[in-house]
């Protein structure tokens, strides 16, 4: 032993702040270090005749632990009791103890063999707080910090949060953000961490510049890419921060641009993003080389399929010798071949193009070589991530079952049915994974359910309608099998309803449906007087529906249906009667003849071919359906009403969707006598056309119309002089027709990233359309007005609704007793007066109504919303044009 009987080695560990420099964590010099240099201690120097000897440990002593068993610490460290031991292995000691981050403060004190381990724990975290974080909320940081209350407080776990907290802000493009950590000490050896953050401004690409390009200009590059540069143009765009994933992707973009323009050898040399000194903005450089343009040269197939004959698939292949070499048509042709080779049961089958570059002809030959594989069956089907919906539901949906041969058309037509059902995400897709032998196949489904129930409760007041009160609830997958039921209440001044219905789209597990619906909807129709609305007949409807529905193949169903309905049409008898009877002055022989109570038994069907990937939002594929309604199973109402509709979609690639659509309908009535004023389809049967199903119009703005126009004086020396259209408001009713026709040519245009998250999907369109074939009505004319015993002088008619009687009018008189002015206007008391009008018919005509325009879906939270803007290239005297309409809950 040493003449020292003992000596002390230590190491503290203060935290007194935290420190920050850029964006990485700094600790203070004395912090960094977890290994301290014990201190100097005298010790006498040997003598010389004696060498140093080894201690042996006598005893080993842990003071000054709270939370941690004293065996707990022994177990970090290498010494053991009898153990020679010297000032190495104590400094061994000291790191390993550092090692733990168990404490704060810690020594080893040697008092001859006897050592003494004094610890002071490192504090428990009691919380651990955010501030200053306002861009991005607590629950996008919360998840990715490591420490947590009731934890050990260590300062590599702060380094490691701060530097995690540091990455989210540079995902969001914020590079000039700052954490501090900070410590805020508590009682019983607690304390609160604060992670104090400055988010700083959002990292813009300034400027990006492409060196090397020569072939094409660094505008058409730049429009290739995702980022964007930030500016006027952009500033909505949430493209503008800087990305590294998406330079990257950009990378891929451009290259991809250049190969499908032939240039085989282009690559990216470089790609560098420079910070600017005050971290607020970017300039992104790119140097390329885009080497010289490929033609195809000999191109071929080779199979080792028997079912594939290379000839035959070679006249199918699109690219051909001398055609500019495009990368894209070569990957969309291995993986068209993939697909037929799945319509064979092939389902991995391998097509691997062989490249021959000819750099001095600067051609690329191209062989598809087709590996041989065995026909696939399906082993097993899982679907996967189904909480709500049954699986049943999701399977009844697939054109395969185990144990059928594989074919890619019923795993392709599977993900239409799915994705129409509208219960799951959208784009959904059926992985295929290699199963138990090479000759196997599983089909995994995995799902995200989404909300398919909606609640609609509003309240409101209008000028048109005053107080309005709708509330609607809806299920489309009701009890998760695939049911829908709904209920709707709308009430108003002008229209009342409600309806309860349901269906089963899979009566007892089989492939049919269905269901039914009872209702009552009270309609009162209008017109203008004016800026007053009149309403001009009520039309009270009370009855329920049945309808089912079978598949007859694939795409072809059939689906019937019955109704039974008791409608009770009436007009307002203070307005419209005088004494007893419809007056034709006031309502017009047409609303006279539309009165009265009828029952309509009526059955129907559809035939409907429908092949569309998606029957929410189809982008290619076609419909066609005719419908036919027989009117005459019992009831008063006898009719044939027959309707033909067809849709096609086109997807032009980039996300453009071209819609195609068209649709056509004629009543034909039976049984009973027309007059020769009336037509026998009554008022309520017949087709109307306008807003929303043809937009540039007014809600029933097209077709045959009967409008009102008045007298502008009665001046005996110009007694039918009319006003003009201006006051065509005056009364302006709509009739219908018995035939209709109507076109809609619609493009849907693509936006970005951020705009299609929200739901919104503009469009341009042009509809075609017009509604026709109807009697023509008894009109009332300014003869009806006319005195022939005052030479036939337009008069206004007095009229006694009580007793039937009617006279006409006289000129005022004055306190006299003498007739003043030119105006045959006075009319006795107890009299009403009717003021000289003329009726005219406009519309009949099949002659096309043209309108373009452009609008907006957007998919709201509240349900759809749909603004369109229109303008009215064709249409006939007496249409109604609408310009702007704005609709909720109507999908084009």
Known sequence: MNSVA???????????????????????????????????????????????????????????????????????????????????????????????????????????????????????????ILEGNKRLKEDKIRPEIKLSPRQIFTRSKVRADVARIIELYKRQGRFAATVEPKMVSLDQNRVDVVFEINEGPKSKVRQINIIGNEKFSDGDLKDEMATKESGLLTILSSNTSYDPDRLAYDQQKLRLFYLQNGYADFRVISAVAELTSNKQDFIITYVVEEGERYKFGDVDVKSEIRDFRPEALKTLLPMKTGDWYDAKMVEDTVESLSETAGLFGYAFADINPEFRRDPEARTMAITFNVAESPRTYVERIDVNGNTLTHDKVVRREFRLNEGDAFNSFGVKRTENRLNSLGFFQENLEIERKEGSAPDRIILETNVEEKPTGELSLSAGF?????????????????????????????????????????????????????????????????????????????????????????????????????????????????IYYFGNECDPLVAGRYLCDAIGKRTTSLVGYTLAYDDRDNRLRPTRGQSLSLSQDFAGLGGSVKYVRTRLAGSKHFNLGSRFILNFSAEGGYIYP???????????????????????????????????????????????????????????????????????????????????????????????????????????????????????????????????????????ATRPVDTNGQPTGTQYTACPTGFTRLDPFEERFFGDTWMPRVAIGAGVNWNSPFGPFRIDFAYALRKEEGDDTKRFSFNVGTQF
Request: charged share 20%; glycine share 8%; with cysteine.
């Open 6 to 128: 003992s000596h002390k080695i230590s190491a503290r560990t203060q935290l007194s702040a935290f420190l920050m420099a850029g964006t990485m964590l700094a600790w203070p010099a004395a912090l960094m270090a977890q290994q301290v240099a014990p201190p100097a201690v005298p010790v006498p120097a040997p003598a010389p005749e004696a060498a140093p000897t080894a201690t042996s440990i006598r005893s080993i002593t842990v003071v000054g632990n709270q939370r941690l068993e004293a065996q707990t610490i022994m177990s970090y460290l290498r010494l053991r009791v009898g153990q020679s031991y010297d000032r190495a292995t104590l400094d061994q000691a000291l790191k390993d103890l550092a090692a733990t981050e168990l404490f704060k403060d810690f020594q080893i004190n040697d008092d001859g063999g006897a050592l003494t381990i004094q610890v002071t724990e490192n504090p428990v975290i009691n919380r651990v």
């Open 670 to 808: 039976f049984g009973g006598r027309p007059t020769p004023t009336s037509d026998k389809v009554r008022l309520t049967d017949r087709f109307f056309l306008g807003e929303p199903q043809m937009r540039g119009f007014d809600i029933r703005g097209v077709g045959p119309r009967v409008i009102r126009y008045s007298v502008d004086n009665t001046d005996p020396a110009n007694p039918l002089v009319l006003t003009d259209n201006a006051d065509r408001g005056q009364i302006d009713d709509a009739l219908g027709g018995r035939a209709y026709y109507q076109g809609r040519i619609e493009l849907d245009i693509p936006l970005g990233t951020g705009a299609k998250e929200l739901g919104l999907r503009p469009s341009i369109f042009l509809d075609v359309g017009s509604v026709f074939s109807v009697r023509r009505p008894e009109l009332t004319t300014l003869a009806s007005f006319m005195d022939p015993n005052d030479n036939n002088l337009t008069k206004s008619l007095c009229r006694n609704a009580s007793t039937g009687s009617q006279q006409f």
């Open 462 to 574: 209008s000028s048109i309608e005053n107080f309005l009160l709708q509330g609607s609830i809806r299920q489309r997958n009701f009890r998760g099998l695939g049911q829908q039921l709904q209920a709707s209440v709308n009430y108003s001044s002008y229209s009342k309803s409600v309806e309860l219905g349901f269906t089963e789209p899979y009566l007892f597990d089989r492939n049919i449906s269905i269901g039914g619906s009872v209702y009552r909807r009270d309609l009162n129709s209008f017109n203008f007087i004016d800026s007053d609305r009149r309403t001009t007949f009520e039309q009270v409807t009370t009855g329920f529906q049945l309808n089912t529905g079978v598949p007859l193949t694939e795409f072809l169903s059939l689906f019937a249906r019955y109704s039974l309905n008791y409608d009770d049409v009436s007009l307002d008898r203070s």
